[in-house]
């Protein structure tokens, strides 16, 4: 699983390896903490599976909500982006 960490202008484009949606919310929640990042820039949390289709987001405030459409990875993985 993975959960993308992403804000309105780039500053911020990770991809990190998680367990399940506790530990997405988590590592969003340790993201925006440690870049210091304002609601109003928040744009990631989205959460794919193993198969890479987008199964739900993380907000802001660590709601998860999962998301009927499922969209492939590969369609919206930004070219700076990294994965860790």
């Known amino acids: 699983m993975l959960v993308a960490l992403k804000?309105?202008?780039h500053t911020t484009n990770l991809m990190v390896m998680v367990?399940?949606?506790e530990h997405a919310?988590?590592?969003?929640r340790e993201c925006i903490e440690h870049y210091e990042i304002p609601s109003s820039?928040?744009?990631g949390g989205q959460?794919?599976?193993e198969d890479n289709n987008h199964i739900g987001n993380v907000s802001y405030n660590g709601r998860y909500f999962p998301v009927v459409s499922?969209?492939?990875?590969?369609s919206v993985l930004p070219n700076n982006c990294?994965?860790?």
């Open 47 to 49: 959460v794919y599976d």
């Open 41 to 43: 820039q928040w744009v």
């Open 82 to 84: 990294f994965i860790l």
């Open 7 to 9: 804000t309105v202008y």
């Open 25 to 28: 919310i988590k590592e969003v």
């Open 19 to 21: 367990r399940d949606i």
């Open 70 to 74: 499922k969209v492939k990875l590969a």
